[in-house]
């Protein structure tokens, strides 16, 4: 089965401070990974997926396969980062399953 | 392009009845997506339709039917209506292959 782990459902950081949302998944193959992020009164977009290796609005995420995380970090964040993040998981099927998700925010 | 579109963006019904959303996907993509997602929650799989036919189902029951037309606008169907089913019903878009899906803004349904 595939299970996408978001272990944090709220995080508060200040603004400079470092920042790293948790994500762990439950797929025997080869995932695809990525992250989505819900500012306030918007539609969920795509932030980033780990196939491209790119860093968007400063944010990135490495996979690591051996444990099965794909976190999310930004060396310093910002108060217009304070959105819900949601990390999904791709396995083979035609589906993304995402996480519970985590409200990060950013306090000035 | 006006990405995805949804509607109703809002939708009240009483139990036991039946409602239909609707879906246009982003220009260019001919797969469409619907999740629920409950409050507190991440967004749940309920199907995808890819060329008129549904590609994959979610663990929803078959009071959750969908259609996808030849222009590849979708549409969510629920019968027999629970106070349950009361969610934000998500549309996403994409391209074949793509996980890189395009969201609509939803419609929020409440059964009472």
């Known amino acids: 089965a595939q299970r996408v782990t978001q272990p944090e459902k709220l995080l508060s950081v200040f603004k400079g401070a470092p920042v790293e949302l948790k994500c762990n998944y439950s797929?025997?193959?080869?995932?695809?990974l990525f992250w989505y992020v819900q500012y306030s009164r918007q539609r969920l977009q795509l932030l980033l997926r780990?196939?491209s290796r790119e860093s968007i609005k400063g944010f990135t995420a490495d996979l690591n396969k051996g444990e099965t995380s794909f976190h999310l970090k930004k060396p310093f964040a910002q108060e217009e980062d304070s959105a819900m993040y949601y990390c999904?998981?791709?396995?083979?099927?035609?589906?993304?399953?995402f996480g519970k998700g985590t409200k990060l925010t950013v306090n000035p | 392009d006006a990405g995805v579109t949804q509607s109703p963006t809002h939708l009240i019904k009483t139990r036991g009845q039946q409602v239909t959303l609707r879906c246009s996907p982003k220009?260019?993509?001919?797969?469409v997506s619907w999740y629920q997602q409950a409050l507190g929650q991440g967004p749940q799989f309920i199907f995808q339709?890819?060329?008129?036919?549904?590609?994959q189902r979610g663990n929803f029951p078959d009071r959750f039917s969908g259609h996808q037309f030849p222009n590849y606008s979708s549409e969510l169907n629920v019968n027999a209506l629970l106070l349950g089913d009361s969610a934000l019903y998500l549309c996403?878009?994409?391209?074949?292959?793509?996980?890189?899906?395009?969201f609509g803004s939803g419609t929020r349904l409440t059964v009472v």
């Open positions: 996403a878009s994409s391209a074949t292959g793509d996980y890189g899906y395009t």
């Open positions: 797929y025997s193959g080869s995932p695809e």
């Open positions: 780990h196939i």
């Open positions: 999904a998981l791709a396995g083979g099927s035609e589906k993304l399953v």
């Open positions: 220009s260019g993509h001919d797969t």
């Open positions: 339709y890819y060329e008129e036919e549904e590609r």
